[in-house]
């Protein structure tokens, strides 16, 4: 486990090959820490390495709110060269059928995005080779 934001936890899973952040809470605050420590992640992420991302917003009886998709939608637009994956992992299927709904209106070609329950399944679909 790297070290923490207040309302996150970030891990490398995989061998490092997948980046996790795993949240507690998506306050203005720990959005804020977020965006800024993810954009630093991706500026930084080398070009010959698929992006592999987890984000596990399993958020106990919490929704993910506007403030942390426009945060979310700003920092999807960067790097537009860098290929890879992005996995959330939500608590339920029905927060799952309302997050693909905000990806659906989110364009992203040059990144793969997909809304899973499973942390396994979704660590697995991030780790093909199809990337």
């Known amino acids: 486990m790297l070290p923490t934001a207040p309302g996150y936890d970030k891990e490398r899973l995989a061998d490092g090959r997948v980046l996790c952040f795993r ?21 930084g992420w080398p070009a010959d390495q698929p992006w592999r991302l987890l984000l596990d917003i399993r958020l106990q ?11 979310a939608r700003d920092i999807a637009n960067l790097r537009p060269d860098l290929t890879g994956r992005l996995a959330l992992l939500v608590a339920s299927r029905l927060a799952a059928d309302v997050v693909s709904i905000a990806l659906r209106a989110t364009r992203n070609r040059y990144r793969q995005r997909q809304v899973f329950v499973n942390e396994t ?8 080779d199809a990337v």
Not at 24 to 32: G, N, Q
Not at 61 to 71: D, I
Not at 121 to 128: H, I, K, M, T, Y
């Open 23 to 43: 949240f507690r809470d998506l306050k203005p605050a720990t959005v804020d820490a977020w965006a800024r420590d993810l954009t630093a992640e991706l500026t």
């Open 61 to 71: 009886g919490s929704t993910v709110n506007t403030y942390a998709l426009r945060r």
């Open 121 to 128: 399944l979704a660590l697995r679909w991030l780790l093909e």
